[in-house]
């Protein structure tokens, strides 16, 4: 199983940004997808999830509104779109996967079987 995230770079807060993470080696439409991110210095933390249909979201507090996660079972890719970033979304953003076909999502580590190695998104001020 492989899950390649892509799409970050260094962008001025106030722009906007989408990750794109790619799923090979596995039944996509049977996991939930995550999207993770860590800063430095600080503990991995809960982005945004997509259930395995799409139709439930969930999402950190500190994003809503400013960030979707929205996925293609047919092109096996899951996309996070990025708005009015802010220097504190700085971090290795990394993409997970979760076998479950149950229309939810979580926001803890524990239940995600796969894990993508993270794409650096720098927002300056």
């Known amino acids: 199983v492989q899950l390649q995230a892509s799409g970050g770079g260094l962008v001025q807060a106030g722009a906007s940004l989408r990750l794109t993470c790619a799923a090979s080696g596995l039944t996509f439409a049977n996991y939930v997808m995550g999207w993770f991110r860590q800063a430095s210095g600080k503990e991995r933390e809960f982005v945004a999830a997509?259930?395995?249909?799409?139709?439930?979201?969930d999402y950190a507090d500190s994003v809503k509104g400013r960030f979707t996660i929205s996925r293609d079972n047919a092109k096996n890719t899951v996309l996070l779109q990025m708005n009015r970033l802010k220097p504190e979304d700085t971090a290795v953003y990394y993409c997970a996967a979760d076998r479950s076909r149950y229309e939810t999502t979580s926001r803890y580590e524990a239940p995600y079987d796969y894990w993508g190695l993270g794409t650096l998104v720098t927002v300056s001020s």
């Open positions: 997509v259930s395995w249909s799409g139709r439930t979201t």
